[in-house]
């Protein structure tokens, strides 16, 4: 995993020495355990800043809408198709775009880790293929990797970037026998009450940041409805109609568009699991349309085009 | 002052006396976090717990307050007109607040209660607040409190200071409500000269163990302008997403935004938390913005903290060092580094 970073370094190097690029969009070492930060690295005195490890969960594809110069971006599977989302949204084109792909094998739950941790503060991490060892003042604790990646990332089925113009490493192989659906199944089984009271105490903590909304690559609109005063479209306050009308539109919005990256869940401060209501709409994308977000550049999004052997019959 | 010890065992019984005489909020765990809210039961407190994931200052400061109600019926005379709703100002304890947070209080009333203007909706709560404190004694790794003039054993904005013992905690007050509070606490013990030792030795202790990783004196004497126009905006606002986590969850971040909601023909006008990171903050009626890019947005919430408010008020900086935005930036900005690169105003990124 960490020979990612040498790739990574040699290939902005010489992208930047060529002027292929005017920038390379990829990650530093954070100043937390267990956090790195995007960075846009545009000389080539500041490319041995660029790390690679298992702390890069942010999607770099939200760092590139609307952008007008031309770079290079460092894609794990999730990211790139986030990127073929925005090609085919026009939120960049793919000439202004050189990929670098990194084969993944699913990146950190913080959160997870520091619960697991319940209260002892991680100082130093390490990380094998296998395993992640924190430790801190008079404790040191290894997870099994697979223990704590982050739930998206354990239920991955396009760990290989699906778009790339180079692969900075052997594919790696994909998770078989992945069931996506199993809570969303739970859901569905439920009762109209039970399950309005799931929904309800899921998003009782939300304070209304939107932070789940800024980390998702795909939620670029000029004005969000929620950011509409005259007149206002959703009420402001934490009153939970609002706050529900909030979640569902959001939601509604992304159907279709989700690739499940889990950057809203990554980002919510208050560990909301947002994800619960996409994952759903992901599910009936792939049951009513066959689709899979963000796999095929050429292929139009299900809610934008109609096939004439579409299962339903409604339309016909 | 009044000095008392309690045992862990009799904290309950003075919680509960505390709460016959006002609503007591604590430190109560919600899912892996903590947050203040008001105890039901002694019990509800949790004392063991490292800092609240929000801080309290939605405590005097709502996310949403409704402060005026107006009618929109045709034939009400009055249609139109708005009417101040009643100002809460329920007699409140809040038991356990870091010294951090309550210096957040007092950064916060140096802007709400000036000598021009002073804001009722903070006033009012404000005054009803009694804030019995809990030192510090261990500190976050990610804290850097006696870097932005507090400590983890700060008592200046606090009625009591509790220090927590082996085996029980000694109170002291540090103001005449807090003095009130302590003199019929029920089971208390005498502050012993060893139980003092040993409280003065664990502040010391806790204080050393917080990190400076920056100086702030050198921003005072900076220009404005030459911080505002600093090369290293550019490179400290790449990552941002706009989020807003690092405002909301900030003691000291206080912008609110006022808004009207209607519902049939009954309307409120409300104010809301606001965030610089947010595309309404400074939104002109004209619909310009002077802050409509990132880099403005993620300059205004460093340069407002660390220098407007203090060449404004001669006070601060607007920061506790309580480590939230440093916690829960979900893209790891990190504000020591940010403020060490104001004081240093390095233009190389590191
Ligand atoms: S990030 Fe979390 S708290 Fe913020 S709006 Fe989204 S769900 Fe609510
Ligand atoms: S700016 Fe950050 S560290 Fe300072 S008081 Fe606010 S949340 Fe705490
Ligand atoms: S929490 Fe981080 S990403 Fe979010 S607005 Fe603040 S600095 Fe930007």
Redesign the pocket.
């Known amino acids: 995993m960490h020979a990612y970073t040498e790739k990574i370094r040699e290939a902005a190097r010489r992208l930047l020495a060529e002027k292929k690029v005017d920038g390379v969009i990829g990650f530093r070492r954070g100043t937390l355990p267990l956090m790195n930060e995007p960075v846009f690295v545009r000389h080539a005195d500041q490319v041995d800043q660029l790390v690679w490890d298992g702390n890069c969960g942010v999607n770099l594809a939200n760092y590139l809408t609307k952008r007008k110069d031309r770079v290079a971006v460092v894609a794990k599977g999730c990211d790139s198709r986030n990127i073929v989302v925005h090609i085919q949204e026009n939120q960049i084109a793919r000439d202004q775009l050189y990929i670098l792909g990194i084969p993944c094998k699913g990146m950190l739950n913080r959160r997870a880790i520091l619960k697991a941790l319940d209260g002892r503060e991680p100082l130093q991490v390490e990380e094998t293929e296998a395993d992640v060892t924190v430790s801190g003042d008079g404790f040191e604790q290894v997870f099994p990797r697979k223990d704590v990646l982050q739930d998206n990332c354990k239920i991955c089925i396009h760990r290989n970037p699906v778009i790339y113009d180079e692969l900075l490493g052997d594919p790696v192989e994909e998770q078989k026998d992945v069931d996506r659906y199993e809570d969303v199944r739970r859901i569905e089984a439920m009762t109209v009450e039970e399950r309005w009271t799931y929904f309800e105490e899921l998003i009782a903590p939300c304070i209304r940041c939107y932070a789940c909304r800024n980390a998702c690559p795909q939620c670029y609109c000029p004005t969000c409805f929620v950011d509409e005063s005259r007149p206002q479209w959703v009420g402001k306050s934490l009153d939970p109609t609002d706050t529900r009308t909030f979640h569902f539109l959001r939601a509604y919005h992304m159907a279709g568009r989700c690739t499940d990256c889990g950057a809203c869940e990554r980002a919510c401060p208050m560990d909301i699991k947002v994800r619960q209501f996409t994952k759903k709409l992901e599910k009936d994308v792939k049951e009513l349309f066959g689709y899979e977000v963000g796999v095929m550049l050429e292929e139009r999004p299900p809610l934008d085009t109609y096939r004439p052997d579409d299962p339903q019959d409604f339309i016909r | 002052m009044l000095k008392i010890f309690v045992t862990k065992d009799n904290l309950p019984n003075l919680v509960g006396r505390l709460m016959d005489g006002a609503t007591v909020l604590g430190p109560v765990k919600e899912g892996e976090a903590h947050r203040f809210r008001p105890l039901k039961k002694a019990a509800d407190l949790d004392l063991s717990y490292q800092n609240s994931r929000l801080?309290p200052k939605d405590l005097v400061h709502p996310h949403s307050d409704a402060m005026f109600a107006f009618s929109l019926k045709k034939d009400d005379p009055e249609a139109g007109i708005l009417k101040e709703l009643p100002r809460s100002a329920d007699k409140r304890l809040v038991l356990g607040i870091r010294p951090?947070d309550a210096k957040?209080f007092r950064l916060v009333d140096v802007n709400f209660l000036t000598d021009t203007y002073r804001d009722p909706w903070w006033e009012a709560r404000r005054e009803a607040t009694v804030l019995v404190g809990l030192g510090c004694s261990r500190p976050c790794r990610?804290?850097?409190c006696t870097a932005?003039g507090t400590g983890p054993f700060d008592e200046t904005a606090l009625d009591v200071l509790m220090t927590e013992l082996e085996d029980g905690y000694l109170l002291k007050a540090v103001t005449e409500k807090g003095e009130a509070l302590l003199r019929d606490a029920p089971q208390a013990e005498a502050a012993t000269d060893e139980r003092m030792q040993k409280a003065e030795g664990i502040a010391e202790e806790a204080a050393r163990k917080i990190s400076k990783p920056f100086v702030t004196e050198p921003i005072k004497d900076k220009p404005q302008t030459e911080l505002f126009s600093a090369e290293f905006w550019e490179e400290v606002q790449f990552a941002c997403i706009n989020c807003g986590t690092?405002?909301y969850?900030?003691?000291?971040?206080w912008c609110f935004d006022i808004q009207d909601e209607v519902h049939g023909e009954e309307g409120v006008r409300l104010r809301l938390w606001d965030s610089c990171m947010f595309p309404l903050f400074t939104l002109h009626g004209s619909g310009h913005n002077p802050r409509n890019q990132k880099l403005q947005r993620v300059r205004q919430?460093f340069m407002h903290?660390f220098k407007y408010y203090v060449d404004k008020y001669g006070d601060g900086?607007?920061?506790?060092?309580?480590?939230?935005?440093?916690q829960y930036c979900p893209v790891n900005i990190d504000?020591?580094r940010v403020v060490a690169m104001m004081s240093a105003s390095c233009v190389c990124p590191t």
């Open positions: 801080s951090c957040a990610s804290c850097f932005v690092c405002t969850l900030c003691p000291t971040c919430r903290k900086p607007a920061c506790v060092g309580c480590g939230r935005c440093v504000i020591r």
